[in-house]
């Protein structure tokens, strides 16, 4: 328990001095370009959205991707003058938005080193996902909706990462989710593109409950859900317990929990993984940006800003950081047994987002938001990459139909082999000479090795040493399968069977569901002959891939001194907050045994080297491994089950009890008794009435005697 006076201690180091207004020269100028920064997204979305169809495709394309493009050069700006420039954190009102009583929200932006970090992240593979798509898209006939709901989606992102309280947050939280099931969906009379967007969209309601759950946990400890005023709260509330059902909670535990079912959810972490690789049913420019730098990092992006609540939640931490070596482990599983060459990419996205989350778990959040950064240039320059491919092999994704490309298509394949260099993190040793994720990955291996007296960080170090083994493997297999061995694609598989499952060469005659056309929509999508000779991509895909490629190079080896190394506390300042008994990262910047910065490197080296074995020199061996459909195979090729097991479980149990709700408690009981019911009784009454009215007078007269008759018994008996 801590004193009052370390309390107050770290309550003052926890409160933002500069969080109310904008230091120096730079307040109004700077104030008008965040504001233009975030805003800029939208106004495309909605010129374009309400107009586009009369705006035509280029006029379209170049209002969403111009003003992605100042939102770019704007967020650099910002990110520059507060790194370099000596700029101050600081908060733009823009908006009242909600004030009863005690409760408080204003939709305002946010500028410390976290938002300006997630704005260049976002802005930056955004605007190259808009130009991309110019190529990528260019036969499709519903671009200006296609362009609209892209920019809907960045300033929905851009709305959560610089959001100054919850309510914006979850607004912004929500608002991705719908801009993602519209983009994922985009094809939507496609049957399995409406599916996975509906899937995505209730997967992640079930994280988002758990994320509004946290919010209410928290303004019910602190009476505020604005950041500025809960951060400094926290400390003092150590030790608040929550009893429900007899049962004690710590209530810090409880709130960071909850909080992070909704990270889950929209991070796609074990249990709540499986709306991922669906999603890559959306156009190839959308899983680029939905894996690389919005949606997905969401999660963990939150994680990190709520550190003040997660250092004090040891509990909640914990499960953060077994949660995501777990999830790096079993999406790297799974990967390395897809065919899908969007699919693979997707499944690593699920591991690499699995190593950011247990690096913030054992208290390496300045690690977690490095590989956040560096990751979103070559996970979207992979994701592009493979695109171009796709665009290249007339609209082939399976990768046992390609081979031999890299002659064909020599820019996508120096790229993509970039991209790969970077995601397995190939680098030496003791020296700064290696590409982004051998900066990022190393430090957060090395920061769970530094939390190793823990079980979970033990059990991440471990985790993260394996995901990284495999890690190589399925990277380099790609490239092996897609850019080298025989030219499948030359063998012309006819149509007919261009949807027949094969595994490694064995056809089952099944359909495959992890094969499908990305360009389904077009006519020229259907029944392609594989005999035409791939060819790159036209210019416009190709300058984005190449400009990221520059990230994939660089963005470790010029940023890791900010963002873990000698300048980390000054760049982070107020943005991350650390406990005092927290040392990881110093403890990972002084580890003495030299086999744990060895050892990435020699797993990765042995991933390379057995997929060049397995996919080069012995192409025929994993087809025979294959074939034999033995219980490990069957069980990561179906990924774990966990599509089979929700179904048996999960969908038909709410099923059922939506049948029952409707068909037993609406229909026949509700319904009967209710508005049926006396819609039937009005009906048969008036039926029955009719029948009296027969136009005969002595009928009427005997009614008219039964009447008075029984007027005057009913007189006599009053008086009596």
């Given at each position: 328990m801590l004193t009052a006076h370390a309390a107050a201690e770290i309550s003052h180091s926890l409160a933002p001095a500069a969080h109310d207004a904008v230091v120096g020269p730079l307040s109004g100028g700077m104030a008008t370009i965040v504001t233009l920064c975030v805003f800029a997204p939208i106004v495309g979305a909605m010129i374009v959205g309400a107009f586009g169809r009369f705006l035509g495709n280029i006029v379209s394309q170049t209002i969403t991707t111009g003003l992605l493009f100042l939102a770019c050069a704007l967020g650099w700006y910002t990110f520059i003058q507060h790194t370099w420039g000596g700029m101050a954190d600081f908060t733009v009102n823009v908006l009242p938005f909600i004030n009863i009583d005690t409760f408080h929200s204003a939709w305002s932006i946010r500028v410390d080193a976290l938002s300006a970090t997630m704005l260049i992240v976002v802005t930056s593979v955004s605007s190259l996902v808009h130009l991309y798509s110019w190529g990528y898209m260019s036969e499709d006939p519903s671009r200006p909706r296609f362009f609209a709901y892209l920019s809907l989606f960045t300033f929905a992102m851009l709305m959560l990462v610089t959001a100054a309280d919850f309510m914006q947050l979850f607004f912004g939280w929500e608002g991705v989710g719908l801009a993602s099931y519209l983009l994922i969906g985009f094809w939507y009379h496609k049957d399995s593109a409406s599916s996975a967007a509906i899937k995505a969209f209730v997967v992640n309601r079930i994280g988002d409950f758990g994320f509004a759950l946290g919010i209410m946990t928290v303004y019910w400890q602190f009476g505020t859900i604005n950041f500025h005023e809960f951060f400094p709260l926290i400390a003092s509330h150590q030790g608040q317990t929550w009893e429900f059902l007899g049962q004690t909670f710590s209530a810090l535990d409880l709130a960071a929990f909850l909080l992070f079912i909704g990270a889950m959810g929209k991070s796609a972490q074990f249990f709540l993984h499986t709306w991922l690789p669906d999603a890559m049913e959306g156009p190839t420019p959308v899983s680029a940006l939905i894996h690389a730098a919005t949606m997905v990092t969401a999660g963990v992006y939150m994680v990190c800003l709520l550190s003040p609540l997660f250092e004090y939640a040891p509990v909640a931490k914990m499960i953060v950081a077994y949660i995501g070596a777990i999830t790096a482990i079993f999406a790297a599983s799974i990967g390395f047994t897809q065919n899908d060459i969007k699919r693979v990419i997707a499944y690593s996205t699920c591991s690499q987002l699995g190593y950011m989350f247990f690096a913030a778990g054992v208290g390496a959040y300045q690690a977690a938001m490095f590989h956040l950064f560096t990751h979103a240039f070559f996970k979207a320059l992979l994701f592009l990459g493979a695109g171009s491919?796709?665009?290249?092999?007339?609209?082939?994704?399976?990768?046992?139909?390609?081979?031999?490309?890299?002659?064909?298509?020599?820019?996508?394949?120096?790229?993509?082999?970039?991209?790969?260099?970077?995601?397995?993190?190939?680098?030496?040793?003791?020296?700064?000479?290696?590409?982004?994720?051998?900066?990022?990955?190393?430090?957060?291996?090395?920061?769970?090795?530094?939390?190793?007296?823990?079980?979970?960080?033990?059990?991440?170090?471990?985790?993260?040493?394996?995901?990284?083994?495999?890690?190589?493997?399925?990277?380099?297999?790609?490239?092996?399968?897609?850019?080298?061995?025989?030219?499948?694609?030359?063998?012309?598989?006819?149509?007919?069977?261009?949807?027949?499952?094969?595994?490694?060469?064995?056809?089952?005659?099944?359909?495959?569901?992890?094969?499908?056309?990305?360009?389904?929509?077009?006519?020229?999508?259907?029944?392609?002959?594989?005999?035409?000779?791939?060819?790159?991509?036209?210019?416009?895909?190709?300058?984005?891939?190449?400009?990221?490629?520059?990230?994939?190079?660089?963005?470790?080896?010029?940023?890791?001194?900010?963002?873990?190394?000698?300048?980390?506390?000054?760049?982070?300042?107020?943005?991350?907050?650390?406990?005092?008994?927290?040392?990881?990262?110093?403890?990972?910047?002084?580890?003495?045994?030299?086999?744990?910065?060895?050892?990435?490197?020699?797993?990765t080296l042995i991933g390379m080297v057995m997929a060049w074995y397995f996919y080069i020199l012995k192409p025929n061996l994993p087809k025979k491994m294959a074939a034999n459909n033995g219980p490990v195979y069957t069980f990561l090729y179906n990924k774990w089950f966990f599509d089979e097991i929700y179904q048996a479980t999960f969908v038909r149990l709410t099923r059922f009890l939506g049948d029952v709700f409707w068909k037993v408690l609406d229909i026949k009981i509700i319904d009967n008794l209710g508005p049926n019911g006396a819609a039937w009784a009005a009906l048969k009454s008036a039926k029955n009435l009719v029948k009296t009215q027969t136009g005969y007078v002595y009928h009427y007269a005997f009614a008219m005697f039964l009447g008075v008759v029984g007027l005057l018994t009913y007189v006599f008996w009053l008086v009596h």
């Open positions: 491919v796709i665009h290249g092999m007339h609209h082939e994704q399976d990768m046992r139909k390609m081979g031999g490309l890299w002659k064909y298509l020599p820019i996508t394949y120096g790229v993509m082999t970039i991209g790969t260099i970077a995601i397995t993190g190939l680098g030496i040793p003791f020296t700064e000479i290696g590409f982004a994720g051998f900066f990022s990955k190393d430090a957060i291996i090395e920061s769970a090795w530094a939390g190793h007296n823990t079980p979970q960080g033990m059990f991440a170090f471990i985790m993260g040493i394996s995901a990284a083994l495999l890690t190589s493997f399925y990277s380099w297999r790609l490239i092996a399968m897609t850019f080298h061995g025989k030219k499948q694609w030359e063998h012309g598989h006819g149509h007919d069977d261009h949807h027949a499952e094969v595994i490694d060469g064995h056809s089952t005659g099944e359909p495959d569901a992890h094969a499908h056309d990305d360009h389904a929509h077009d006519d020229h999508g259907h029944g392609h002959d594989h005999d035409h000779k791939p060819h790159e991509s036209p210019w416009v895909m190709l300058v984005p891939i190449i400009l990221l490629s520059f990230g994939a190079i660089f963005a470790g080896f010029i940023f890791a001194p900010y963002f873990i190394g000698e300048h980390a506390h000054a760049f982070w300042g107020h943005a991350i907050f650390t406990a005092p008994s927290n040392e990881i990262m110093h403890e990972a910047h002084h580890i003495k045994e030299v086999w744990v910065k060895l050892l990435p490197l020699t797993v």
